[in-house]
């Protein structure tokens, strides 16, 4: 099993597992440009050259926005969504970040789970914030270098 940084080649295996895992999160485009932006970084978990994940964000400024973390169904807690997003965390950190942040439902206890044990902590609310309506939490990180 590895963390390799996915490129357009990818984008078919992106779609399947945004099918898979969050019900058609992207469309084809958004995901083109996650691939293809060179300010993105977007790495997967890949073992015999099947996706079983993926974490992504972009670099603004020193604050890294993670844009996705999803792990396939039928591999979850196992370990991978952690793997994926302290790679991500390490990666931005190189790239010089100095803070991670995103947004994420209030009810996914699963990411709230991985974002707080990753040390991540709550820093507001965006009311209304999903198609639903359920709020989003504004979570947010300081990356230290030694970590
Ligand atoms: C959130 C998600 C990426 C977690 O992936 P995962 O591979 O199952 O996570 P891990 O196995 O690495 O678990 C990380 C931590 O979260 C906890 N966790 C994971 N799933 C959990 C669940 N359903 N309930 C409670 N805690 C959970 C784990 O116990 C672990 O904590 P620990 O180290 O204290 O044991 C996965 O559930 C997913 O893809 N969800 C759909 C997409 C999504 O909502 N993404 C987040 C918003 S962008």
């Excluded at 963390?3 to 019900?23: F, I, P, Q």
């Excluded at 926005?65 to 169904?73: G, K, L, Q, R, Y």
Aim: aromatic residues 6%.
């Amino acid at each position: 099993m590895t963390v390799t940084d996915l490129d357009s080649s990818w984008l078919a295996a992106c779609l399947g597992l945004d099918e898979r895992a969050l019900n058609g999160f992207w469309t084809v485009q958004q995901w083109r440009r996650e691939l293809e932006d060179p300010r993105r970084l977007c790495l997967g978990l890949v073992k015999n050259q099947r996706l079983l994940g993926v974490a992504c964000g972009w670099l603004v400024v020193d604050e890294l926005h993670i844009t996705v973390v999803a792990v396939d169904p039928d591999e979850r807690q196992r370990g991978h969504g952690r793997c994926l997003l302290l790679a991500l965390l390490q990666r931005a950190r190189q790239d010089g970040a100095a803070h991670a942040t995103l947004e994420v439902s209030d009810d996914n206890i699963a990411a709230l789970a991985l974002y707080n044990r990753a040390g991540f902590r709550t820093a507001g609310r965006r009311e209304g914030y999903y198609r639903d309506g359920s709020d989003a939490l504004i979570q947010w990180c300081r990356l230290t270098p030694e970590e």
